[in-house]
């Protein structure tokens, strides 16, 4: 991948961009990979801009097509992980804040989280705030990670790593709890 962006010469940020796009898109595509050639094409900075607007824009994109179609959305993002997170959608005051928290967790793909959240009370506004702020911890991560692994770092890169494994996993097993959190963070600055 790293060799056909660089081979692509100033194209290659548009096909970087498609590569996001796609993964976006089809779910199943990781995005890891695409973050980590980012890092070591483009460097940390331009890295995590480029994989940011994609993603943003991307998402954002899913949102409206989601929302739009309606419930013949469904058919084109079939997936088992869909109904845990619609489940956590249903449950959550804050649809904006799990959306923003689910964005950080990188195991969950990206294109559910559009158009599950395309089916709750959110607003785009408040849906493209989300997506912009929740993603740019991951991004980074995994761009500046494939800036390490060009460096050799690579006990940095398997220490970061574990961190994130190991956030996902209590973030999973602690899901109703965060969740609970977040509605009474909420509610509390409601009642303020």
């Known amino acids: 991948m790293q060799e056909y962006i660089e081979g692509a010469g100033k194209k290659g940020v548009f096909v970087l961009a498609a590569l996001q796009v796609l993964q976006t898109i089809t779910i199943i595509f990781p995005g890891i990979p695409i973050y980590m050639c980012a890092g070591i094409v483009y460097g940390k900075i331009k890295g995590t801009i480029l994989c940011y607007i994609t993603y943003v824009v991307s998402n954002v994109a899913i949102f409206i097509a989601s929302r739009r179609m309606g419930e013949a959305a469904d058919e084109l993002f079939p997936n ?28 969950i793909p990206n294109g559910i989280i559009p158009h599950i959240a395309a089916k709750s009370s959110l607003n785009l506004k408040k849906f493209f705030l989300a997506v912009a702020i929740g993603c740019v911890p991951g991004i980074f991560l995994f761009v500046f990670c494939g800036e390490l692994l060009m460096n050799g770092y690579f006990g940095v890169i398997i220490a970061m790593l574990v961190l994130g494994v190991v956030g996902t996993v209590l973030a999973f097993i602690f899901k109703n709890r965060i969740l609970k959190w977040i509605n009474r963070l909420f509610e509390n600055r409601n009642n303020s």
């Open 80 to 107: 088992k992980k869909q109904a845990g997170v619609s489940d956590l959608m249903k449950k959550t005051k804050h649809p904006a804040w799990l959306v923003m928290a689910l964005c950080v967790v990188p195991v």
